[in-house]
Structure formats: C-alpha cells, structure tokens
C-alpha cells in the first residue's frame, strides 16, 4: 500500500463549488504540504503543518484553506473554486528537522474547473 | 527572491547516451538540493539528497553534484534507458524560507529512445 494517498485521484467542477481534496499518510510523519503544479511553473506550496495544531500559509495560499484532522490526514478545500485553479496538486509529507529531510510525495489530483 | 531553475526544458537522447540535467538556484544559503523523478500520472519520487555540507550523491547509474558557490547542481545519469523518460525535478530547501518549503525548478522532460 502507498504511504501517502490522495482521494479523489481526478476531479471536475464548476466555477464556484465548493470542493475538498483529502491527503493520508501511513508514515508517521508530523510535517505535511499542500503543493499545486501548473505547467512551466514547477511546485509551488500552498499550506503546510507541522502538527495537527500547527498551520502555516505558504506562497499561494489565497482561495484555499485546510485542515488537519489527525497526524496522518491534511485536507484542502477550495471554498468556491474557479478556472485558474486548475492544476495537479501533490500532498506530502516529512519527518522533519535536519538537513537530511526529504518530502515524500503523494500520487496527484488532477483538478479542472469549468 | 529565492528561485530555481533548470535547463533545458526537454531532452530526447538514444538509449545507452550519458547525460547531464542542469540546475540552478539563486541563494547559496540551502540545507538541501533534492532532485526527484515525475511519472505521468505519479507522485514524486526522491532520488538524491545532497546535504549543504556535500558535494555529491551517488546512486546506481546516477550521480548528483552540488556547488554552492556557483548555485548549480548536476543530475548524471550514465548510460540511459527507455526506463529513464520521467520528468526530472530539483528543489532546494533554502535557509531563508519557513516551514521546510522546497523551492522546485520547472523541471527537465528527459526522453530516452530505444
């Protein structure tokens, strides 16, 4: 089983619903991240959290919001979604707190907004 | 502002060729240079991490080079096969930046033909 799972896998929408994309982990990991890729502008981090009461905004973080409900799942919800928010986006995870650590990557969410 | 960047976008070699992918990042000030792997339809997978303190990684038929002071890092990969057509991906993890954030680069689209 992967460590690090993202539900729905692809996902439709109109302008204007609202829609959660749900991460889990079998890590153990305290520290995960909210990315989304767009073509020709690599990753870019929307929240993260270092534990269930820590949530930090990253560099994109308008028109999202989260929620940590355990150590293992981090959701992100776009209140009302619209077209440029179409994008893959990754859910990760970390250990944390030396130069060593690495981010492991869930699979994707594919997300169109009409 | 802290970026990364990596040339060339896309490349196509015959199996067997030795290549090199480029990367670089505008703040010597890292913890870390990461360079990952992007199938379609996959999460991102970790391949080396080059600590600020070395200068390479190894791994199988790849190795990583890091030179802070000229902000560039190198992904080698010897003898290429179809296997290896991925998007390849750096981020470094910058001191300056909260939170853990890797800063990735757009990526290199690396195509092995047979």
């Known amino acids: 089983d992967a460590d690090v799972t993202q539900t729905p896998r692809n996902r439709i929408t109109k302008t204007g619903k609202r829609i959660m994309l749900e991460c889990s982990q079998t890590?153990?990991?305290?520290?995960m991240y909210w990315y989304r890729q767009d073509p020709g502008l690599g990753l870019r981090l929307i929240y993260y959290s270092f534990d269930v009461k820590d949530i930090n905004k990253g560099e994109i973080s308008d028109g999202y919001s989260v929620s940590r409900q355990a150590q293992a799942k981090f959701s992100l919800s776009l209140e009302s979604a619209i077209p440029n928010q179409t994008a893959l986006y990754f859910c990760?995870?970390?250990?944390?707190?030396?130069?060593?650590?690495?981010?492991?990557f869930g699979p994707g969410t594919r997300l169109l907004v009409l | 502002k802290q970026e990364v960047t990596q040339i060339p976008a896309a490349l196509s070699v015959p199996e067997g060729e030795n290549l090199v992918l480029n990367c670089s990042f505008t703040?010597?000030?890292?913890?870390?240079l990461q360079w990952f792997r992007q199938d379609p339809g996959k999460g991102l997978t970790s391949l080396l991490l080059?600590?600020?303190?070395?200068r390479e990684q190894t791994s199988g038929r790849l190795n990583a080079s890091l030179d802070k002071s000229s902000g560039r890092s190198t992904l080698y990969i010897a003898a290429s096969q179809p296997g290896d057509s991925a998007t390849y991906l750096c981020a470094a993890r910058f001191r300056e930046t909260s939170g853990s954030r890797l800063t990735f680069g757009e990526g290199t689209q690396l195509t092995v033909n047979p």
């Open positions: 080059i600590q600020s303190s070395q």
């Open positions: 703040d010597s000030a890292i913890y870390n």
């Open positions: 990760a995870t970390s250990e944390g707190g030396t130069v060593k650590e690495t981010q492991y």
């Open positions: 890590k153990g990991h305290d520290r």
